[in-house]
């Protein structure tokens, strides 16, 4: 069997990231069947399953990746950067990452398969708070803050899959900065 190069294989699972996003949008986590996956990515289960060992760490590398990225958004662009991007985000893909946080509370596994995540990514998480730092007060710890940040940025994603009309973001950014902006 041919070897591929880490370049092509890491390409390879982008690829099947980004077509299982579209299929879990379109279809939810349980109604995304590994059949639904292949005709998504066209590629055969396993092919698919050479990249993840199953469809919920696929699942479990999507939600993580998306995460991730509004997090950078965040850091590099700030705050209303990220509301916007909420804002025109797929609201399936947006619904599904809802999704994500109820299995979490109700599924050990997944739940697990999650915090290994986490924990995994702790050490990355910890190297960027201190680039929020220059962007809020310094009167009060960076967990509070970027708890803060998550809570609003959740709310304004719920909002957002639930259809609300959203609140204009120059006021919404205002009042955010001027509650943990620098002093």
Known sequence: MPKISEERREARRTEILEAAQRCFAEHGYEGA?????EEATGLSRGAIFNYFPNKQALFVALTAASSDRFVEIWLEHGFRALLE????ADPDWIAVQIEAARRIRTDPVFREQVELLVERNRKLREERYPRLRPQVRDDLPLETIAAFFSFLANG???ERIAGATLPDLDQLVELIETGVGPR
């Open 85 to 88: 991007e909420i804002a025109h």
């Open 156 to 158: 304004f994603a719920f």
């Open 33 to 37: 069947t590994v059949v639904r996956l």
